[in-house]
């Protein structure tokens, strides 16, 4: 309801001529583009906190990127808010929030040693994409970096 009144408003200050502005309107009752009051109040929820889940992840991630840098098994660790990062200045000017919730790591045994890894996994879920709220975890080769 809020997002179908929002793109309504939106769609009537920006699209001026009528004969364009009501096709889309039609097109969004009749798909169902409008989400459900209650998915429209779990989404309010949700972004009422999310400052605070950002910034929790962002200190996980540098408590897990400060393990990792001292894994006997890890190679190496990308995270900007590492001192050792090539990117540490520019990220300390720019990402005041926080530092994100991503950070890349080596494991040492090269690519079957990777795998190893990635296969024994219990908490987080493998997949070749990212941009879920879940924890997941990817397997890339890298050529430019040795293990």
């Known amino acids: ?9 939106l769609t009537e200050s920006v ?9 889309l309107h039609q097109l969004f009752r009749d798909t169902g583009a409008a989400i459900s009051p209650f998915n429209s109040f779990l989404l309010l929820q949700g972004l ?6 950002i910034q929790r992840h962002s200190e996980n991630a540098l408590k897990v990127a400060k393990f990792l840098e001292k ?10 808010c590492l001192p050792d990062h090539p990117s540490n200045k520019l990220a300390s000017r720019y990402l005041k ?38 924890s997941l ?4 080769q ?3 970096i040795s293990s």
Do not use: D
Request: net charge positive.
């Open 71 to 80: 894994h006997p098994k890890v190679s190496w660790v990308n995270y900007p």
């Open 97 to 134: 929030g926080g530092y994100g919730a991503l950070l890349g790591f080596g494991v040492k045994g090269g690519a079957e040693a990777g795998k190893k890894f990635i296969t024994n996994l219990k908490l987080f879920s493998h997949v070749a994409n990212i941009g879920n709220s879940k």
């Open 137 to 140: 975890s990817s397997i890339q």
């Open 48 to 53: 009422k906190a999310l400052h605070l889940r």
């Open 1 to 9: 309801m809020l997002i179908t009144v929002s793109f309504i408003l």
């Open 142 to 144: 890298l050529p430019h």
């Open 15 to 23: 699209i001026k001529p009528r004969e364009f502005r009501e096709p």
